[in-house]
Protein backbone atom coordinates (compact mmCIF):
# COMPACT_ATOMS: atom_id res chain seq x y z
CA UNK A 1 0.00 0.00 0.00
CA UNK A 2 1.19 3.16 -1.01
CA UNK A 3 -0.26 6.37 1.17
CA UNK A 4 0.41 10.08 -0.36
CA UNK A 5 0.20 13.32 1.72
CA UNK A 6 -0.35 16.41 -0.26
CA UNK A 7 0.42 19.90 0.66
CA UNK A 8 0.54 23.59 -1.18
CA UNK A 9 -2.99 24.15 -1.98
CA UNK A 10 -4.66 27.78 -1.05
CA UNK A 11 -6.00 30.77 -1.83
CA UNK A 12 -4.33 33.62 -4.05
CA UNK A 13 -5.12 35.59 -6.74
CA UNK A 14 -5.67 35.01 -10.13
CA UNK A 15 -2.14 36.19 -11.78
CA UNK A 16 -0.45 34.30 -8.86
CA UNK A 17 1.34 30.93 -7.87
CA UNK A 18 0.91 28.17 -5.98
CA UNK A 19 3.18 25.05 -5.85
CA UNK A 20 1.54 21.79 -4.12
CA UNK A 21 3.78 19.09 -3.18
CA UNK A 22 2.50 14.92 -3.32
CA UNK A 23 4.71 12.80 -0.73
CA UNK A 24 4.56 9.00 -1.35
CA UNK A 25 5.49 6.26 1.06
CA UNK A 26 7.11 3.88 -1.62
CA UNK A 27 8.22 3.93 -5.29
CA UNK A 28 5.82 3.87 -8.06
CA UNK A 29 5.62 4.32 -11.49
CA UNK A 30 4.32 7.48 -12.53
CA UNK A 31 2.24 10.33 -10.41
CA UNK A 32 -0.60 12.38 -11.63
CA UNK A 33 -2.98 15.28 -10.54
CA UNK A 34 -5.86 15.72 -11.29
CA UNK A 35 -8.79 18.06 -10.26
CA UNK A 36 -12.36 18.62 -9.49
CA UNK A 37 -14.55 21.54 -9.26
CA UNK A 38 -17.66 21.87 -7.57
CA UNK A 39 -20.25 20.03 -9.94
CA UNK A 40 -17.72 18.88 -12.73
CA UNK A 41 -16.69 15.80 -13.18
CA UNK A 42 -12.40 15.02 -12.46
CA UNK A 43 -10.34 15.99 -14.62
CA UNK A 44 -6.71 15.24 -15.69
CA UNK A 45 -4.18 18.42 -14.97
CA UNK A 46 -0.63 16.69 -15.43
CA UNK A 47 1.67 13.39 -15.46
CA UNK A 48 5.02 12.51 -14.65
CA UNK A 49 6.61 9.17 -15.31
CA UNK A 50 9.58 8.38 -12.62
CA UNK A 51 11.95 6.48 -14.39
CA UNK A 52 12.25 8.47 -17.70
CA UNK A 53 10.84 12.03 -16.31
CA UNK A 54 8.84 12.24 -19.41
CA UNK A 55 5.56 14.87 -18.48
CA UNK A 56 2.10 15.23 -19.71
CA UNK A 57 -0.25 18.04 -19.50
CA UNK A 58 -3.87 19.03 -20.39
CA UNK A 59 -4.26 21.97 -22.87
CA UNK A 60 -5.94 24.11 -20.57
CA UNK A 61 -2.53 24.08 -18.14
CA UNK A 62 0.45 24.05 -20.44
CA UNK A 63 2.75 26.40 -20.44
CA UNK A 64 1.39 27.41 -16.85
CA UNK A 65 1.61 24.15 -14.74
CA UNK A 66 4.81 22.22 -14.33
CA UNK A 67 4.98 19.20 -13.31
CA UNK A 68 8.40 17.89 -11.56
CA UNK A 69 9.62 15.22 -9.03
CA UNK A 70 12.34 14.99 -6.20
CA UNK A 71 13.41 11.29 -6.47
CA UNK A 72 15.36 11.66 -3.08
CA UNK A 73 12.36 12.91 -1.20
CA UNK A 74 9.79 10.31 -3.31
CA UNK A 75 7.85 13.63 -4.41
CA UNK A 76 5.67 15.24 -6.47
CA UNK A 77 5.67 18.86 -7.10
CA UNK A 78 2.94 20.86 -9.41
CA UNK A 79 3.91 24.42 -9.90
CA UNK A 80 1.15 26.28 -10.71
CA UNK A 81 1.76 29.70 -12.47
CA UNK A 82 -0.21 32.48 -13.87
CA UNK A 83 -3.49 30.77 -11.72
CA UNK A 84 -7.33 31.94 -13.36
CA UNK A 85 -10.20 31.75 -11.62
CA UNK A 86 -11.07 28.64 -13.28
CA UNK A 87 -8.39 26.51 -11.89
CA UNK A 88 -10.27 26.76 -8.80
CA UNK A 89 -10.53 23.18 -7.69
CA UNK A 90 -9.75 20.27 -4.89
CA UNK A 91 -6.26 19.15 -6.60
CA UNK A 92 -5.59 15.17 -6.29
CA UNK A 93 -2.68 13.74 -6.52
CA UNK A 94 -2.20 9.96 -7.44
CA UNK A 95 0.24 7.27 -7.90
CA UNK A 96 0.23 4.20 -10.31
CA UNK A 97 2.34 0.90 -9.97
CA UNK A 98 2.13 0.29 -13.80
CA UNK A 99 1.91 1.74 -17.34
CA UNK A 100 -1.93 0.42 -17.86
CA UNK A 101 -4.45 2.69 -19.06
CA UNK A 102 -3.16 6.46 -20.65
CA UNK A 103 -1.85 8.59 -18.05
CA UNK A 104 -4.88 10.75 -18.52
CA UNK A 105 -7.19 7.92 -17.10
CA UNK A 106 -7.84 7.72 -13.77
CA UNK A 107 -8.42 4.10 -14.44
CA UNK A 108 -4.72 4.10 -14.44
CA UNK A 109 -4.15 4.97 -10.55
CA UNK A 110 -4.05 2.74 -7.61
CA UNK A 111 -4.02 4.94 -4.79
CA UNK A 112 -4.97 8.78 -4.42
CA UNK A 113 -4.43 11.99 -1.89
CA UNK A 114 -6.75 13.31 0.15
CA UNK A 115 -7.52 16.39 -1.88
CA UNK A 116 -6.16 19.89 -1.82
CA UNK A 117 -8.22 23.17 -1.99
CA UNK A 118 -6.99 26.01 -4.61
CA UNK A 119 -8.89 28.82 -4.91
CA UNK A 120 -8.13 31.64 -7.42
CA UNK A 121 -9.83 34.80 -6.43
CA UNK A 122 -10.68 37.38 -9.68
Known amino acids: QVQLVESGGGLVQAGGSLRLSCAASGRTFSTGWFRQAPGKEREFVAAIIWGVGSTYYADSVKGRFTISRDNAKNTVYLQMNSLKPEDTAVYYC??????????????????WGQGTQVTVSS
Open 94 to 111: AVALSGRYYYSSPRRYDY
